[in-house]
């Protein structure tokens, strides 16, 4: 197994974590069509606004190989994106429907589909230096944290200690050189249906952070 770049932000090829590069393996097996590969951040290079999700959906982003896409989850976050003038349109099916972020970019905690969802925490660890050498790379002004792993996966990138920024929905943290750590809870079908999160409470803290930003740039 050859080291990943300890610097880099992103690498495709990477089978560090041996539990998700075996379950990789088997879903191209089963499922040729899909993108099925460590998935790549979505939008600019460098943008104010840094969204970090949990990981790729199975049937969302690991099938279609953009974040957020393909599923549920996507449909709410980008129609919320583009309300606020960082998404040039809603669209949340397909990778070549021609969607660009405004000064926004959407990484995960970690970059392959895990089991039921669900990374260990030896996964999130070793994959939490391309998180790292993202947000130094980015220089984001505000980070959306997308549930609690990804709260504490920017955490631990950042060399802070969780118990001094806890999780909580809604909530701002400030954080070393001016960059702020927002929270919400994930915009998965699962919180969406038994009403932990409703569209109204994710559009406020969407809103919060345009607010925060100043008004949507031309």
Known sequence: MRPADPAAVFDPACVRCERLARLLREVRRKHPEYYAHPVPPFGPARA??????????????????????????????????????????????????????????????????????????????QCNGYLQAELARVRPSVVLALGRVAHQAVLIALGRRLTEHPFAHGAWHELPGGMRLADSYHCSRYNTQTGRLTEAMFDRVIGGIRAFLGGAPA
Not at 91 to 105: K, V
């Open 48 to 125: 104010r606004f840094l969204i970090v999700g949990l990981a790729p959906g199975m049937h969302g982003a690991n099938r279609t190989g953009r974040p957020f896409t393909g599923d549920f989850a996507g449909r709410l976050l980008y129609s919320t994106l583009h309300r606020h003038g960082f998404a040039s349109h809603e669209g949340s099916a397909d990778p070549a429907d021609g969607l660009r972020l405004i000064d926004c970019r959407i990484t995960n905690a970690v970059k392959c589909v895990p089991p039921d969802n669900k990374p260990v925490p030896a996964e999130i660890r």
